[in-house]
């Protein structure tokens, strides 16, 4: 099974870039699904993006399409999160999940594998 540590995470201030990093475990990484999900302050947590396991196929929130990017490097067995153009409203966990099945869920309860996530926070 695989096993999901994030790192990246920290302070920025709006209209900043920052880059996340979820290094994964397991000799299985290249067939897991993996999104990138966050939980701001006070909310429910959400889905950001997702990829494919060949990284052919990506899916994004309207709210950061155009400004976030996902891409995964299955050699060294991480998914990336690229975050250009940042504001206070992306201020929020991010954790990284692994579905063992094809298809992009925006649903949490759709992955059975998770980060403890990294902090982002964006000051005005």
């Known amino acids: 099974q695989v096993q999901l540590i994030e790192s990246g995470g920290g302070l920025v201030q709006a209209g900043g870039s920052l880059r996340l990093s979820c290094a994964g475990s397991g000799r299985t990484f290249s067939s897991n699904t993996m999104s990138w999900f966050r939980q701001p302050p006070g909310k429910e947590r959400e889905f950001v993006a997702g990829i494919s396991g060949t990284g052919r196929i990506t899916y994004y929130a309207d709210s950061v399409k155009g400004r976030f990017t996902i891409s995964r490097d299955n050699a060294k067995n991480t998914v990336y999160l690229q975050m250009n153009n940042l504001k206070p409203e992306d201020t929020a966990i991010y954790y990284c999940?692994?579905?063992?099945?094809?298809?992009?869920?925006?649903?949490?309860?759709?992955?059975?594998?998770w980060g403890q996530g990294t902090q982002v926070t964006v000051s005005s």
């Open positions: 999940a692994a579905r063992p099945q094809l298809g992009i869920m925006t649903m949490e309860a759709s992955y059975s594998i």
